[in-house]
């Protein structure tokens, strides 16, 4: 449960990036933030967002290499992630972190005095303490991908860059390379972006009889 909240935790904040979470760099490189900008404003004006991606982690040194599949629904705060055989939902008020797997459910308060991954967290984690690079552009498909590297400034960080690729036609976010201090990769895939989606009105309602009554233990942190 607690390997499974962590990672559900990490990629969150990778998802964060694909939304609205990295488009404000100061005096950065003018043109990774003319093109963020671009991101951010295009993003902003979506009602809700579904995103189904491809997540990859990687270690060549350990011999590791998992391949993992998962989508995310976010309207304003709120947010519905199914990954790695959990669902997380935030509803405005609280993380409901479900792993049926475990038959477990964890809730939790978000405040900024935890480690908890609340929606503001999304949209402010890699906004400062970051020097920005324009890096290559890549033909995918027919379609432009133009990445910029994010590279932390603190030398204390578990992680060294972050490649982001936005699709230019679009203004999407199509791929994150992240890259750690200990040779670790994990790549996020956009395979389908769509918004404005119609969403069932209890799609982030949680529903606690429903898991009581099919026995599930219920943490409360």
């Known amino acids: ?52 991606f491809r997540s990859t982690l990687e270690n060549t040194e350990a011999d590791l290499k998992q391949e993992t599949n998962g989508n995310v629904t976010l309207d304003g705060e709120k947010y519905f992630l199914n990954y790695l055989g959990a669902q997380q939902l935030f509803d405005g008020n609280k993380v409901y972190t479900i792993v049926p797997e475990n038959e477990e459910v964890t809730i939790e308060d978000v405040n900024e005095d935890n480690d908890n991954v609340s929606p503001s967290k999304m949209l402010t984690f890699y906004k400062t303490g970051h020097n920005y690079q324009w890096d290559i552009l890549q033909n995918v498909d027919g379609r432009k991908i133009q990445y910029v590297k994010l590279i932390p400034i603190d030398s204390n960080t578990e992680i060294k860059s972050v490649l982001l690729g936005i699709d230019t036609e679009t203004k999407h976010i199509y791929k994150l390379i992240q890259t750690g201090i200990n040779g670790t990769k994990t790549t996020l895939t956009v395979n389908s972006f769509k918004t404005n989606q119609p969403l069932s009105s209890t799609l982030f309602t949680f529903d606690e009889k429903k898991y009581e009554d099919k026995g599930y233990y219920i943490t409360r942190n």
Do not use: P, R, W
Not at 10 to 35: E, V, Y
């Open 1 to 52: 449960m607690n390997q499974n909240k962590t990672m559900i935790k990490k990629h969150i904040l990778l998802i964060g990036f694909l939304t609205a979470g990295l488009f404000s760099f100061g005096q950065n490189s003018d043109k990774a933030k003319a093109l963020l900008d671009e991101v951010y404003n295009k993003v902003k004006s979506y009602d809700n967002i579904y995103i189904d």
